[in-house]
């Protein structure tokens, strides 16, 4: 589902990846382990086709992430590390939002999963007010509801954790851990996790 090779990412003299190569199936698990500065982001930012490889290729669901990057991209639900919203929508209006950036999935089911997505993640009440009134942890979780929303392939996620309670935390482990099991034939996450579970691989960087 995922393949990188040879990913060699520069800054200057700065060699933040230096000749990174790896095979992560369908229906995986996967996690970076590293220290501080060690090339986790810069990977992931490859990866998802924000940062242009120095050099090397990077496959996902067989699309060159470089040169088919529509196709790529549809296929894959990102969560950065500093995630963005837009304060002055409502949870409810940036989902509408998200919603239709993905050209074909503006049907019926669509509304549901909405509404299944923010009682889900306990947003239901609050999914007219700004985004500007939220709590660093509401606006995380709005963000993973958005990742859901077009049923992604392949789910990449930088720092998932960080800002979440442990009842949120808890929930998005459980879903991912659903969506990978229950579609394990054309699913696949790649999530970028702080710590070792059973169910992930992990990658190690060295320095
Ligand atoms: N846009 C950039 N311009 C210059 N240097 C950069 C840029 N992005 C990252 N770097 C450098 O590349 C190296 C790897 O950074 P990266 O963000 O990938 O690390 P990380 O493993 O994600 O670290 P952390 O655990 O702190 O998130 C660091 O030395 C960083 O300073
Ligand atoms: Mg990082």
Redesign the pocket.
Known sequence: MIKIEHLTKT??D?V??DDLSLEIPQGEFFTFL??????????IKSLVGLLRPTSGRIFVGGYDVQKDYIQAKALISYIP?FPFLYDKLTAREFLDFVDGLYPGRNNSGQEALKFELLRAFGLKAHQDKLIENYSHGMRQKLVFAAAFLHEPRVMII??PMVGLDPHSVHLVKDMLKKKGQGRSDDFSFYAHLEYRRRIIRPYR?YR
């Open positions: 800054f200057n700065l933040a990846v590293g220290p501080n500065a060690a090339g986790k982001t810069t990977t590390d930088d720092e960087y």
